[in-house]
């Protein structure tokens, strides 16, 4: 897949470690899937799971006592001449510096959860906007202002020339989101994460936000790793997804095979566990036993496997899965779907009669 | 009450995640859910180092001035003419020939005439050696006031003295005046701390929990104490105390004044504390079961805001020693013949005198220990308590 | 903004207000009326008083009439500059204080200046390398400065000058200078002697800050908006000193007025070991001697510094702040 | 506890389902305060005049956005907050109608028996210096109901009806999780065999697997105890799956109720409609494009004049801006308020 002229980001057994005074948290444990040039990809999971950790070894800003120590993350940037692309291998920058600062905000951009709190009070939106655009753009004052007021109207703000004047707290929480968004895509980048940008917004706000990344996405072609928890979200939004758990992609399909053909256990139980609106009323939910394990002790084997539905016991809790490819391009980490260790399994007949 | 609970089967164990963070936070393995909070915090201050060992240093303090006529030598008020400014004498274990005591002894004193200056200069007559006793007999005394005893902690033979840190210009024992003036100074601030508890939650929980008018004025009020610079504000109290009371009193007098201005930060403090947990839900929980402000105030905040006050306090008494020195220093806090640090540093006024009397300061020493100690303790309860405080 | 200049203006006259309240009943504190005290001066001087003086004096004040109206002949009389007369000196308050009252400012401000000046780049580099060594020998430090009370460090620090370079750094002149007319060698000598009251009284203050400034600037990093500065590409210097820094500054403003009150707290204490010409000798004489307009003058000036500088922190805070600007 | 007994209810009339709780023209007002003196420089109508029964057994269920009053108007049916007007009348099973807008707090407190309430925030609503004893047992202590051994059965009893191990009694609450603090609170509300109780947001701070648990659970107590729930959350899919009726508030305001079902299939008010439409499809193959409000919820303080919505609403006529609409009933059991909710075929999920 790495090969795949379509490409722009590869993330390989990415390790993230969390060095605390009292011990190691393991926060990733072999982190694998990829991004398609053009595409959004969702990232799905509870808290927990690695998800935002993820998202911030992609940029490279990991905090003080965090490092990526072992794994890969390959971004393939805009193609230069001779549709040459050439590889950036983001783990290997150091991270204050001038290459991988020259990435950061201008070809990956990043949204975040709080709109509340993501822009700095004592300084107007303008500037902010401002601090990007003349940091990698190379453009006057004045041209700078006409990208940044640009920016504020392709976001759907009213009045953008005064919306640049104002100061953060002057704006409402969906608004200052599309200020972040405007932020986010005033250098053109290629790829946009959004770190649950939707969250802490009310519905019908929501539904604005996401509409409008749509429609900046299907005009810029850029791609997206969206993450979220929300299901119904990652419906609406996205092309690919990723499902993760625990610090691994358990799954990485398409959006259509992810809520029709769902193959992990854990996809299958989560889609199960949300209560919908074609739902008779009032009907028990299906729940996922148990919850989360901390990232301290994650059990062994396969890491869900005390909460799996489908567990076959001395293999599951023995065998790490590893990634299977299966038909239409639906990878997933289950060891049902490991031929060769479910021959030898003792219950696997018992387990195909079920079937 | 005859109704049958629904059997739902126990799914749950406890929550890895925070009991996680709260284990190591506590540095506690097993189960974390059988400990209270205070326990948490208790074991976490321990494992601070710093705060364990000023609590040390001043349990140790604390107990001498409780036993204080035992182990002083002397008795803080006598004079003798003879050593007048002599300097310490240390406790030594290898004489000026290189022989090792095993006892522990010190010098006598030879004094001589200082002819450009026209006074008596002491210093160590190496001839004589005189080994220190411990739990000597000597002047009778009566321990906590009550019980008569005569055995003091150490001592030496007459005609031999021991001044282990010298005497002071009235030929005292500097370190018997620095034991009983540490009864003052290291209980003014206690005293001041307690005042300050009872004014500073009281009002503070008054004006938080039911706000309105009292509020306003209180807060108003506790601006208005702060725009007053702490240390002439307390000298002018402390200067309008009438001039013929007792010692007692006069202590008394002087730790209701450091109060005076002590509560305002803890009341706003507090105040803010209340606020918070006015809103939160376990507070609407209990008024919900019904309540009374009592239940709510007693149950529910003060426990609450307790790991808060003990820090604001504990930090609260350096402050009160500290102003306790000043204004003793100044004249106008204890005053002689009643001894605290700060009087005792009256002494070392000028920088003549320290230059040549440099023992005067050693009051100052005590001062610093003390107040450092009471700093790191107030340190490492914030730090214990802030991964568990709400 | 115009609302809040006016209000914060009208919150500074009442506590004034009240100030002056408190300082009358200092006045009033000491048992007796300042007659009898005036009246035992005198004889004490061996010059028996002319009864005449003690009644314009009793007149003046109203000495006779309800507190009320002595309250209000005395502030009334105070807020058109006279505020009555030292016993003491046998002068009129005014003509003792006005010098010593601005070398206590000018203490008070390079205080100011040189706590700002360590502290805020001490506080950004230790939370910036929180629990590396110079974090914890900051930390450290901070607390013994914090442990140690001004008028001992003024000692030691005279012992150490006077043996180490030989020179005494008392007092705020050399002799030369005291009585000399004001001229820039005068301003250059004082330079040279303000350094010891400003480096002791800032000492405590220093810690106080550093610490205090670390905790904020720990605060502030971890903030959504700086990480999204970063995320902008910003380098890691601006990302600290345009973002962190200057969000982490404005608690600071707010306790730039409630820092005063320590400051010339500080000051007063050590001014009597130093030898310093300023408010500290004098005040404190006329508490002992109870020489109580002097004393009580002196009191309503540092009060008063106290609540002007409160008024002008709050002003400065909403000059850098655009939410409070916007209010 | 759990008979249910049909009441001739107040208007005389026999049904065979009670009212449990009439709330009319509920209004909350918070004054706000400005300068010196504090002087009322205006109010933030939180809740400005909302009307609405509950019958016994139901689940009603209220729903709209942050700011909108919900929460308020919760916290004003259990007095924890004072409202400024309006009337909350429960049908007591004994006593009759009691108007709790107007009880003193002394009978308040008697009467909260009745009725409990449980808590959005799993960490704020439990004392962390409490055992789970203390907690869930606090309300039978300040009632005198059970004390000693008695109390640790009864709090036995009620942690293994949330599913619950009696064995945590002991502990405290910073060993259990999200959904197990939820448990504990619903344990507590249930301490005193409330026969209503307010649900608010009770899943919207717990991870998407959890969340599923406690619905359940919230479903399986009020079958076993024959509860009434007021359901409050803003999640219109958990909103959808829990409630019998639903109540759309706006601004302080009630927009439409009705059935759960007949509104989310027939919506009369544009801004369900909108809302409706917003809700993100767990089915990738039902994009659909959505209703896009314009701008924000408005502030409760500068509310728009007429209808409040009519800023946003795509519909919104001359009339909208100058008068405001009353709710009104268009079918039965089914209310809007909209001067147009005759005239407009608007769209619904299901």
Redesign the interface.
Known sequence: MADNQNTILQVENLHTHFF????VIRALRGVDFSVERGKVLGIVG???CGKSVTAQCI?N?LP?NGRAVEGKISYYPRESIGSQTEKVDITGLPP?GKAM??????EI??I???PM????????VGS?LM??IT??QNVTKQQGKEIAVDALAKVNLPEPARIFDA?P??L?G??RQRV?IA?ALSCNPTLLIADEPTTAL???????I??LMRALQEETHMSIIFIT????????M?DDVAVMYLGKVVEQTT??A???SPQHPYTR???R???????E??????????????P??VPPGCAFHPRCPEVIPGLCDVHTPEVIKLGGGQEVRCLLYDDKLMAQSPTRTALAESR | MAKQAVLIPVLDEEDPTLAAGFAKAANVSGDIGQLSVGQLMWRRFLRNRLAVGGAIVLIFMYSMILFAEFVIPYDHFVSNSDFVTRPPQLPRFIDSEGNFHLRPFVYGTETVLDTVNLIYLHKDDLTQIYPIHFFVKGKPYKLFGLIPWDVHLYGVDEPGTVFLLGTDRNGRDMFSRIVIGGRVSMTVGLVGVILTLIFGSVLGTASGYFGGIFDTVLQRGIEILMSFPTIALWAAFAAALPPDITAITRFFFISIILSLLGWTSLARQVRAKVLAYREMDFASAAKAAGASHWRIILVHMLPNALSHIIVIATLAIPGMILAETALSFLGLGIVPPAVSWGALLQDAQTVAVVLKFPWLMLPGAFVILTVLSFNFIGDGIRDAADPFAI | MLAYFVRRLFYMLTTMVFVSLIGFFIINLPPGSYIDVYQAQRQNMGTSTASAELEALTRRYGLDKPVYVQYWKWITGFVQGDFGISFEYNREVKELIWQRLSFTVLIALGTLIFTWIVAIPIGIYAATHQYKIGDNAATFVGMAGLSIPDFMLALVLMVIVQNVFGFSVSGLFSREYIDAPWSLAKIGDLIKHLWVPVLVVGTSGTAGLMRIMRGNLLDILNMQYVQAARARGLSEPLVIIKHAVRNALHPLIMLLGMSLPSIISGSLVVSIVLGLPTTGPLYFAALRNQDMYLAGTFLMFLAGMLVVGNFLADILLALVDPRIRYE | MAQKENKTNPNGSVDSRTTLLEVTDLKMHFPIRKGFLRRVVGHVKAVDGVSFSIQKGDTFGLVGESGCGKTTTGRCVMRLLDPTDGQIVYYDREEGPIHIESLEPTEMRVFRRDMQIMFQDPYASLNPRLTLRQIVGEPLIINKVASGKELDDRVAELLRSVGLSPEYMNRYPHAFSGGQRQRIGLARALALNPEFIVADEPVSALDVSVQAQVLNLIKDLQEEFGLTYLFIAHNMSVIKHSCDHVAVMYVGRIVEVAETKELFRNPLHPYTEALLSAIPNPDPRQRKSRIILEGDVPNPARPPSGCYFHPRCAYAKEICSQESPPLQEYAPGHSAACHFAKELSLTGVL
Request: charged share 20%.
């Open positions: 605390t005074e009292s011990g509870e808290s927990g940029m800003m003080g204050r600062r020259a990435i950061r905000g201008n951009a990043m975040f959860q709080e709190t993501s822009l700095d009070p004592v300084y107007t902010q601090e990007a940091l990698h100061y707290h002057q409402s969906g608004q972040m932020i009310d519905v019908t706000t929501q539904a604005q996401l509409d928890h929300d299901l119904g979200v990652v419906a609406e996205c959006v259509d992810a809520f029709h139980a989560l889609l566990s949300i209560p919908r609106l074609t739902d009323n009032q009907t028990r939910l299906d729940v996922i036993k148990g919850r989360v394990p901390d301290s002790v």
